[in-house]
Nanobody, 120 residues
Framework: VQLQASGGGLVQPGGSLRLACAASGSAYSINVKAWHRQAPGNQREMVAVFSSSGATNYADSVKGRFTISRDNTKNTVYLQMNSLTPEDTATYYC???????????????WGQGTLVTVSS
């Protein structure tokens, strides 16, 4: 299973971007569930995630500005980012839980990341 993240780029402060993360490959079960980000010199942090119940959780720094959504028919998760600030500049990574067969343990698969730069 591979995750392909797209949609990053350069945007001015106050602007918007929509990231997408599509899973490809085969597995018994694929759950693309979260976005994380890592700014230069910082640790990777969770941005938005679907819980096991389907509820959404967000980092405090993005609440009210970012929205995570998904299309299960396409194994794709999106991150709509509005009112972007320079502090949102980072490489954004998506992550999925994957299980290759019933009863097997879930494993995490990470995408390659897409760079978001917020600058005037």
């Amino acid at each position: 299973v591979q995750l392909q993240a797209s949609g990053g780029g350069l945007v001015q402060p106050g602007g918007s971007l929509r990231l997408a993360c599509a899973a490809s490959g085969s597995a018994y079960s694929i759950n693309v569930k979260a976005w994380h980000r890592q700014a230069p010199g910082n640790q990777r942090e969770m941005v938005a995630v679907f819980s096991s119940s389907g509820a959404t959780n967000y980092a405090d720094s993005v609440k009210g500005r970012f929205t995570i959504s998904r299309d299960n028919t396409k194994n794709t998760v999106y991150l709509q980012m509005n009112s972007l600030t320079p502090e949102d500049t980072a490489t954004y990574y998506c992550v999925a839980d994957v299980r290759n067969a019933p009863g097997q343990s879930w494993r995490s698969v990470w995408g390659q990341g897409t760079l978001v730069t917020v600058s005037s």
